[in-house]
């Protein structure tokens, strides 16, 4: 990351504070044991963190489940939204920061500033399911899981999405193998020894994920998060589908994310109902 990235944070709260932090330090910690019980003392203070951009209608519903449970903080990272989702989420009780666009550096932005044990990253159109907050401490108590995720549902009703969520528990399960649509969580420690999201428009999940199954098992917890269809929706299930594979395949073969975006966007552009090209970098991960 160049030093033009070195960006400062404003913190939307009661008083309005700014917050500098380098993107580019790793903090390196190294394992030991652990019993199980201290891990799961480690494991209590959830923070939830949440990049958004012109969410003010998807995400009021995604904070209020959220805040059902009595997680540690919630942290909303706006990479410069041009509708009311900074004041919708402030409103609601999140802590609302703002960053550059792109939703590998707002995740990272939202981890540098949370202060839980155990950091739980969610897309702003993904419902986390009633009850998640003990699922992630019951996975992550296990001192050999390094992160888990949620299976997958898809909000619509038709038998095609039934076997899209079939194939991701496929992946997810015995790939190890989730994205971020899924809600990744892990431990704030584990993250950090990991190396965090990086900088990317997308594949941010994609490669945190293959670093963290290098640092232990990712556990699938058996119940589901929400997610949007819209992304299928906008470019049709095919054509959505086929994009993603063949983002997939190229970034293995080398291709960098921000070209892939850059190929991704005008894909979506020369569509008959393209993207909101505000929402490009929040319409799910590949």
């Known amino acids: ?13 009661a008083v ?13 910690s190294r394992t030991t ?11 209590r203070r959830i923070s939830v963190i949440i990049p958004a951009r012109n969410e003010e209608r998807t995400i009021p519903p995604v904070l209020r489940r959220v805040f059902d449970e009595l997680v540690w903080e919630v942290i909303v990272v706006d990479g410069g939204s041009s509708d009311d989702t900074r004041q919708v989420a402030t409103d609601l009780g999140a802590t609302v920061l703002v960053s550059e666009p792109g939703r590998g550096r707002q995740l ?16 702003a159109d993904t419902m986390l399911p009633k009850g998640f907050q003990e699922h992630v401490i019951a996975a992550l108590s296990d001192p050999r899981v390094a ?6 549902h898809i909000d619509d009703d038709r038998r095609s999405f039934r076997f899209i969520e079939r194939l991701v528990q496929l992946r997810s399960r015995y790939r190890q193998m989730p994205y ?29 994920i293959r670093r963290l199954r290098r640092l232990g098992r990712i556990r699938i917890v ?10 299928w929706q906008e470019l049709g299930i095919f054509r959505a589908t086929l994009t993603n594979q063949l983002c997939l395949a190229a970034f293995r073969l080398g291709v960098s994310p921000k070209r892939l ?23 799910g991960s590949i």
Do not use: C
Request: proline share 5%.
């Open 1 to 13: 990351m160049g030093t033009d990235d070195h960006a400062s944070v404003v913190l939307f709260s």
């Open 16 to 28: 309005s504070r700014t917050i500098d932090h380098d993107n580019n330090t790793t903090v390196e």
């Open 33 to 43: 044991p652990q019993k199980t019980a201290e891990t799961a003392k480690q494991t």
């Open 108 to 123: 990272h932005t939202g981890a540098a500033a949370a202060t839980g044990d155990v950091l739980l990253f969610l897309h």
């Open 147 to 152: 992160a888990g995720a949620f299976k997958l």
């Open 180 to 208: 971020g649509d899924q809600a990744i969580f892990m431990r704030a420690e584990t993250y950090r020894r990991a190396g965090g999201f990086p900088d990317w428009p997308l594949m941010e999940d994609y490669d945190l």
């Open 222 to 231: 058996p119940v589901a998060v929400q997610t949007s269809a819209r992304r």
């Open 261 to 283: 975006a850059s190929w991704r966007d005008g894909y979506r552009e020369s569509n008959d109902k393209p993207a909101d090209p505000a929402n490009r970098d929040q319409n």
